[in-house]
T-cell receptor, first 117, second 115 residues
Framework: GAVVSQHPSWVICKSGTSVKIECRSL??????MFWYRQFPKQSLMLMAT?????????EQGVEKDKFLINHASLTLSTLTVTSAHPEDSSFYIC?????????????FGDGTRLSIL | AQKITQTQPGMFVQEKEAVTLDCTYD???????LFWYKQPSSGEMIFLIY??????QNATEGRYSLNFQKARKSANLVISASQLGDSAMYFC????????????FGSGTQLTVLP
């Protein structure tokens, strides 16, 4: 079964709306979670690394004020797309895991399809 | 420079045949991990197989095997006895250094299995 839960699966909303996406680790604690963005027929691009109890680390070119990340507990990270516009429409997907063993895979949520009208 | 390169945007294979998806990587870190994920059209990322930089043997998981050639920095995925359900996008990814590090993905290969 799924070890990382992501909600909602899809969102359609008007331009200017803020949208919150949740990523939960279901049966393990994750001090670090990752947020990726994927455009159609393209690869996953890391947006930011979410760290429990501290500020997220954003990749170059990602607007911190546009994509707010909160990692309030060891099982929950949230991504809020603030004042969303059509160009923010994309597939957002989170991951967690890996543990202390480098051979453990990251587990991904099922992703969120965001459409801004 | 690209850290993960997948040179095959699209591949076709006949059902029940084997197929190899190419992946080359670039890193100066002696400790790294290589992963393959499958992404069907529904979007979820499904972990398939892992190869560690220090692993002596090629990884295998059911119908999936990884042809790891360290000197060539390649980590090709071999799918044996292809099934129609194998049609999907396949991503090669690398994690460098410690375990709590992000994955870097290749551009992906769209595999289509023909009946």
């Amino acid at each position: 079964g799924a070890v990382v839960s992501q909600h909602p699966s899809w969102v359609i909303c008007k331009s200017g709306t803020s949208v919150k996406i949740e990523c939960r680790s279901l049966d393990f604690q994750a001090t670090t979670m990752f947020w990726y963005r994927q455009f159609p027929k393209q690869s996953l691009m890391l947006m930011a690394t979410s760290n429990e109890g501290s500020k997220a680390t954003y990749e170059q070119g990602v607007e911190k004020d546009k994509f707010l990340i909160n990692h309030a507990s060891l099982t929950l990270s949230t991504l809020t797309v603030t004042s969303a516009h059509p160009e923010d429409s994309s597939f957002y997907i989170c991951s967690a895991g890996g543990g202390h063993d480098s051979n453990q895979p990251q587990h991904f949520g099922d992703g969120t399809r965001l459409s801004i009208l | 420079a690209q850290k993960i390169t997948q040179t095959q945007p699209g591949m076709f294979v006949q059902e029940k045949e084997a197929v190899t998806l190419d992946c080359t990587y670039d890193t100066s870190d002696p400790s790294y991990g290589l992963f393959w994920y499958k992404q069907p059209s529904s979007g979820e990322m499904i972990f398939l197989i892992y190869q560690g930089s220090y692993d002596q043997q090629n990884a295998t998981e059911g119908r999936y095997s990884l042809n790891f050639q360290k000197a060539r920095k390649s980590a090709n995925l071999v799918i044996s006895a292809s099934q129609l359900g194998d049609s999907a996008m396949y991503f090669c990814a690398m994690r460098e250094g410690g375990s709590a590090r992000q994955l870097t993905f290749g551009s992906g290969t769209q595999l289509t299995v023909l009946p």
